[in-house]
């Protein structure tokens, strides 16, 4: 989910992270993820689209390369869970939630690239509990930048990042974007 | 690109991408289906209207399912329980359905563009559930989404459309759709019913079926609304299946890998043998599943947004 679109003309762009510091963030996040799940095979991680399912693509590569296992990774499509429809003159395109099933036993990592309010995260704990009842639901966002309006924290966080409310966080990444990795955040 | 539509009104007006989009949103509502929880809050707190002033079963139902799933509330109303029969205007009867504060009104009309005429005056969403002969686009739609389910694509395929072109708002929404997504469109039959001047729509004209079958990577058999026609139109019931029916001794002509559809209720014998209905090559009950979740699409995108 990209939360940039409240607010208009930003003036100036700060970077906050380059390719590099992206690559350590989430390499640092896959190995607390290992540490935390005792049981690696029964962690599923799931991406928000778009960026959400790149970047859990990249963690299950970092933990394949550190502890040896690949382990599953699915998609949490949050459209039609979201609690603002009717609000927007325009909607975006609905992908296909996919989660391996069933969920029962499974330890469900959502992945998404900025986490800021919280309601996009409340929509996909809702979509995962329409697939059935996991173990565990666990989230974890390449950025944090506060401002949280429900009572929801992530368990791994690549950059915790304050911000004031009407900046705007902007991620870039090479598969989705087709612009190098990056993370900037855009003051008026 | 987003979508930006109240209304869906037909096929007619909406590019090549906004059908694929609606296609593409409907494969994301096809998984709901397959869920533990078949049932989205997508549209809780909305309310949505079915108002059918000809009869129907099969739309008015889908549609109905199809807003359950998205947590809608539903009222039906048809042609003999409204006041249309005690002579109330279709706007008068509209803007007091929208006094209710009903945010989706699913329209079926005798007349063609009754659901334009609607769209224009009402806040509210406006979906087409066919009106007169004119346009039928969810079923048009989920027709197109058979298709490129079963074969991956639509650009390129030879469609034949078979039967009464001249009256069938379903063949209209068909022949909209599919030459923008790049299909070749073939009508066959009687000459009263499928007149030349169809080829203006970018489209061929048959008037023997046995030519053309070969060729089809599908073939969409129309319904013979035989309590409609008038005897200067149609040639008779029997000519009819001897001439342009799918019976099982013609339908040896097809490729083996050639889609049968049917949008329903279907004449058994008259358009289409029972043999041919029920074999390997048919899709008309995919097209029925497909429907649900075409219409969801639908509903989720125009009902969706702030008008």
């Known amino acids: 989910m990209n939360e940039n679109e409240n607010t208009a003309g930003p003036v100036h762009t700060v970077p906050i992270m380059d390719g590099e510091a992206i690559r350590r963030a989430l ?8 540490e935390q799940n005792a049981d690696l095979k029964s962690v599923v991680l799931a991406g ?4 959400g399912v790149e970047i859990a693509r990249r963690l299950a590569e970092f933990i394949a390369e550190v502890a040896k296992i690949d382990i599953e990774t699915g998609t949490i499509d949050v459209a039609m869970h979201r609690d603002d429809i009717g609000t927007r003159a325009e909607l975006p395109m609905v992908h296909a939630s996919k989660l391996p099933l069933p969920l029962e036993a499974r330890t469900i990592i959502i992945v998404d690239d900025v986490l800021f309010t919280g309601r996009t995260v409340r929509a996909a704990l809702d979509a995962i509990s329409s697939f059935g009842r996991p173990a565990r639901i666990q989230l974890a966002a390449l ?32 598969n989705v974007d087709n612009e190098p990795d990056a993370v900037w955040l855009l003051k008026e | 690109m987003n979508w930006n539509r109240k209304d869906l009104l037909g096929l007619r007006e909406l590019s090549a991408d906004e059908i ?14 397959t869920r533990e929880v078949k049932k989205v809050p997508a549209l ?9 002033v000809e009869p129907s079963t099969r739309t008015r ?14 009222i039906n109303i048809s042609a003999s329980t409204s006041s249309l029969t005690k002579g109330e205007t279709l706007k008068d009867t ?17 007349s063609a563009g009754a659901p334009q005429f609607l769209g224009q005056r009402l806040k509210s969403s406006v979906i087409n559930a066919g009106d007169g ?14 298709i490129r389910e079963k074969r991956g694509k639509i650009a390129g395929l030879n469609v034949v459309i078979v039967g009464d072109i001249l009256f069938s708002r379903v063949a209209r929404s068909n022949i909209f759709g599919l030459t923008k997504l790049g299909a070749k469109v073939t009508l066959v039959g009687p000459s009263t019913l499928v007149p030349r001047e169809f080829e203006k729509l970018g489209v061929t004209v048959s008037h023997q079926i046995d030519s053309v079958l070969p060729e089809a990577d599908v073939v969409n058999l129309l319904r013979i609304q035989h309590e409609r026609q008038r005897k200067e139109y149609f040639p008779g019931i029997g000519e009819y299946t001897t001439l342009f029916g799918l019976t099982k001794e013609r339908a040896k002509l097809l490729k083996p890998d050639c889609l049968v559809m049917h949008p329903g209720p279907i004449n058994r014998g008259v358009e289409i043998d029972s043999e041919v209905a029920d074999g390997l090559q048919s899709v008309i009950l995919d097209q029925v599943t497909n429907g649900l979740a075409v219409r969801m699409a639908v509903l989720y995108l125009c009902g969706g947004i702030s008008t």
Do not use: M, W
């Open chain 1, 48 to 51: 928000i689209p778009l960026r």
């Open chain 1, 143 to 174: 950025v944090d930048r506060g401002h949280r309006e429900l009572p929801i924290r992530a368990d791994y966080v690549g950059k915790n990042l304050p911000t004031a409310n009407r900046e705007q966080i902007q991620v870039h990444l090479q």
């Open chain 2, 133 to 146: 002969a004119h346009e039928h686009p969810t079923q048009g739609l989920l027709d197109i989404y058979t």
């Open chain 2, 20 to 33: 694929n989009f609606i296609l593409q949103t409907a494969d994301a509502f096809k998984q709901v289906g």
């Open chain 2, 61 to 74: 139902t889908s549609f109905e399912l199809a807003a359950f799933r998205l947590s809608a509330d539903v």
């Open chain 2, 94 to 110: 509209a803007r007091n359905l929208e006094a209710l504060h009903a945010d989706i009104l699913v329209l079926r009309h005798s």
């Open chain 2, 44 to 52: 809780r707190g909305k309310t949505l209207i079915n108002f059918f």
């Open chain 1, 27 to 34: 390499r640092r996040i896959a190995h607390e993820i290992i």
